[in-house]
């Protein structure tokens, strides 16, 4: 156990509609990374968050957004859910967010759009 | 041509053979490289993180890079069932990384 909590463990949703993910870090740990991983893509690195700000951003999709609070839980919307959008998402925390720091993942939130 | 490339498998070995993974990319500004095991269901998991070419060892995983081929490989010794997992490749620069597609590796009692 990483330590790192994810909720919901599965959605199941229509082409259209708008689902949250949540995510809460590991006890200490002040960055949080959202990744999707999908068959045909791999592990895709979305966005990452340090203490509530946007550190980095990779694939993320105008459609989907994020955001990390105060107390240092992070969410991730997808909008307009798509066919392809149907695949694992994963968050991960890290002590600082440096490069450096390991990354402990979570252990994912498998979306299905239908 | 793909960032990083990795030899999807699957990879069959008996229980104790010595298990190479690899895999190479194309962008030479990448500077540090770390392999992880992601077990099925699971979220992956670091094993090895290095910055310079050379070779990394922490018990029976052995990590290697050659920055001026750009590849990178991840020995397993006296392999066990319990290694059987995807193994992904990841390696970046600054805040940016890019993973490989992953190795499903089977070891058979």
């Known amino acids: 156990d990483s330590g790192v909590t994810q909720t919901p463990k599965h959605l199941i949703t229509a082409t259209g509609q708008r689902v949250t993910l949540r995510c809460s870090p590991r006890?200490?740990?002040?960055?949080v990374y959202w990744y999707q991983q999908s068959l045909d893509q791999g592990l895709q690195f979305l966005i990452q968050?340090?203490?509530?700000?946007?550190?980095a951003k990779g694939n993320i999709l105008e459609r989907f957004s994020a955001q990390q609070f105060p107390d240092l839980h992070s969410e991730l919307n997808l909008s307009s859910l798509e066919l392809g959008d149907s695949a694992l998402y994963f968050c991960?925390?890290?002590?600082?967010?440096?490069?450096?720091?390991?990354?402990?993942f979570g252990p994912g939130t498998r979306l299905t759009v239908l | 041509q793909k960032e990083v490339e990795q030899d999807p498998g699957p990879l069959s070995v008996p229980e104790g053979a010595i298990v190479s993974l690899n895999c190479t990319y194309s962008n030479s500004a990448f500077q540090y490289f770390m392999w992880y095991r992601q077990y099925s269901r699971k979220g992956p998991e670091l094993l090895m993180y290095t910055y310079s070419s050379g070779n990394k060892e922490d018990g029976r995983f052995t990590a290697q890079v050659d920055k001026s081929s750009k590849y990178i490989s991840l020995f397993i010794r006296d392999s066990q069932p319990s290694d059987s997992a995807t193994y992904l490749c990841a390696m970046g620069y600054g805040q940016n990384f890019v993973f490989g597609p992953g190795t499903r590796l089977s070891v058979l009692p």
């Open positions: 968050y340090y203490n509530g700000e946007e550190r």
């Open positions: 991960a925390s890290s002590e600082t967010g440096g490069p450096r720091d390991e990354q402990f």
């Open positions: 006890s200490g740990d002040l960055s």
